[in-house]
């Protein structure tokens, strides 16, 4: 089951479901590295807030994901990570490091809004 | 363990676990059982994580196992058993595996100690040729 990723201008936005099979998020990996190229995208917002387990293989193709981006000049920022899901990945001892989060995608969008904008003002 | 005097247990579900489709399967349905037996809220959550760190170790290390789930009273107590069972190499040194960051292959190598950190009750046999098989539950507070 593939996850749709939408474009918002600059953005790209992937909506995370509840049942994602490792190979649905190695390919959600794959397909944002290759539509940030397409897209000349600057930000990529990972929607995690209908996800009830991200264990160990899902944090990192995060992490991937988060490199990748940066890496094809974009900037990821999580969001939505549920109260009992981020008790369970500190339990576990699970890092997102260095990755921004949001409370939401709203949130998220201005925070990508901050950076992007950032970047861009350094570029000139 | 199971087959204590004091224990009862209702009628286990067993379930293969063979691919990557199972791993999610897998997490549903100690989930649901879960909620069955009473879990709530954040327990529901560290089941399905501990659930999906210990099946997805039989999908990528061994050939391929299956994951008996049962709902257990013992005395005053109940809570969720879960048993999961692979014919695969086994692991050599089961100390070394249950250590925070040791990995053979390519992953973060928390998928054992944090499983154990996410249940109550956590059991591993193991030896090289012989399969692994892990037993660990959650209790109701």
Known sequence: ?124 | MLERAASVTDDAITIPIEGDADIVAARLKSRQLAKQVGFTGTDLVLIATAISEITRNIVCYATGGQMTLTAVTEGRRRGITFVMRDQGPGISDVQQAMRDGFSTGKSLGLGLPGARRLMDDFQIVSSAGQGTTVTMSKWLR
């Open chain 1, 1 to 124: 089951m593939p996850v749709p990723i939408l474009k918002q201008g600059d953005i790209l936005i992937a909506s995370v479901q509840e049942a994602m099979s490792d190979s649905d998020l190695a390919l959600l990996r794959d397909d944002l590295t290759s539509r940030i190229g397409e897209f000349h995208s600057l930000g990529v917002m990972i929607d995690v807030s209908t996800v009830d387990v991200l264990d160990s293989f899902a944090t990192r193709t995060l992490l991937d994901i988060a490199e990748n981006s940066r890496l094809r000049g974009a900037k990821m920022v999580i969001v939505g990570i549920q109260p009992p899901v981020a008790i369970a990945m500190v339990k576990l001892g699970l890092i997102l490091d260095g990755i921004p989060t949001a409370h939401d995608l709203e949130d998220g969008i201005e925070l990508m809004r901050r950076n992007v904008g950032k970047s861009r003002q350094r570029d000139r």
